[in-house]
């Protein structure tokens, strides 16, 4: 089993910057990449970034691309969306994910953190 907990939410400007953190615990030796996604309400689930967790490859959803950064820290098992230039479209609930492969794959989902951006 692997634990995730999210931090970092707020309400912030348009235009301010945040980061989100994702902690991890547990069996986290089987954490093979680690995702953010986010939900706004009324909406599905939808995908925002993706790290891999060894060599540190990483993916972006084209509506964040240049304004979001995902990165992680081996020692604190710990992976951070940093959000630059935050729009009012960003608002949402962000989920950290996490997929494990063992003996078979598994998906562990955080509980969420909410983001807030007025205009």
């Known amino acids: 089993q692997v634990q995730l907990v999210e931090s970092g939410g707020g309400l912030v400007q348009a235009g301010d910057s945040l980061t989100l953190s994702c902690a991890a615990s547990?069996?986290?030796?089987?954490?093979?990449?680690m995702y953010w996604f986010r939900q706004a309400p009324g909406t599905e689930r939808e995908f925002v970034s993706r790290?891999?967790?060894?060599?540190?490859?990483?993916y972006y959803a084209d509506s964040v691309k240049g304004r979001f950064t995902i990165s992680k820290s081996d020692a604190k098992n710990t992976v951070y969306l940093q959000m630059n230039s935050l729009k009012p479209e960003d608002t949402a609930v962000y989920y950290c994910?996490?997929?494990?492969?063992?003996?078979?794959?598994?998906?562990?989902w955080g509980q969420g953190t909410l983001v807030t951006v007025s205009s």
């Open positions: 790290i891999i967790w060894s060599g540190g490859t990483t």
């Open positions: 994910r996490a997929r494990a492969r063992a003996a078979s794959e598994s998906y562990y």
């Open positions: 547990g069996r986290t030796f089987s954490i093979w990449d």
